[in-house]
């Protein structure tokens, strides 16, 4: 009966992700309240199994400095602060969170990022849109504004 008991506990931790790093859950906050950061680059640590900060935008970074932030081959996740002015000439700003699985990137990847990303998400209280993006041009300037409005 232990045994079982044993298998059932792994399958409940497997089926819930990776483990987060509490620096994620801290930058994020940062700069969703203070507006420390534009952007944050997260990846998956393979040794520890956890989600850990890779990079940190500072506030002046442009949205080609957050594009270039991305491993051509690797999967990433990202929270971006995009500021924008609406139809109605109001500043907002709005909290985008990229999941970046380029098609070129290992399969075992691919499958690590997808299952973990809800659980991950979750942590990150006041993301407003979501972005999957496998190419450059799935996460243009253009479509982030065509998101934001």
């Given amino acids: 009966m232990s045994t079982k008991c044993c298998i059932l506990v792994v399958q409940a931790n497997a089926a819930s992700g990776m ?3 509490d620096a994620c859950k801290l930058k994020f906050l ?29 506030p002046d970074d442009t949205y080609e400095d ?7 081959n690797e999967c990433r996740y990202a929270v971006y602060d ?21 098609d070129s990137s290992k399969v075992r990847s691919k499958m690590i990022y997808a299952s973990s990303k ?19 041009s799935e996460m243009t300037l253009d479509v982030i504004k065509s998101r934001a409005l």
């Fill in 30 to 58: 940062e700069l969703k309240a203070k507006r420390n950061y534009r952007f944050i680059v997260f990846k998956i640590e393979n040794r520890t199994h956890q989600v850990v900060v890779e990079k940190l935008g500072q």
């Fill in 19 to 21: 483990a987060v790093h």
């Fill in 118 to 136: 809800d659980r991950f998400k979750r942590e990150l209280d006041g993301i407003q849109v979501e972005v999957q993006a496998t190419d450059a």
């Fill in 82 to 102: 995009f500021d924008f002015t609406t139809n109605e000439n109001c500043q907002k700003s709005k909290i985008f969170f990229v999941a970046w699985s380029p």
């Fill in 66 to 72: 957050f594009q270039k932030s991305f491993p051509a």
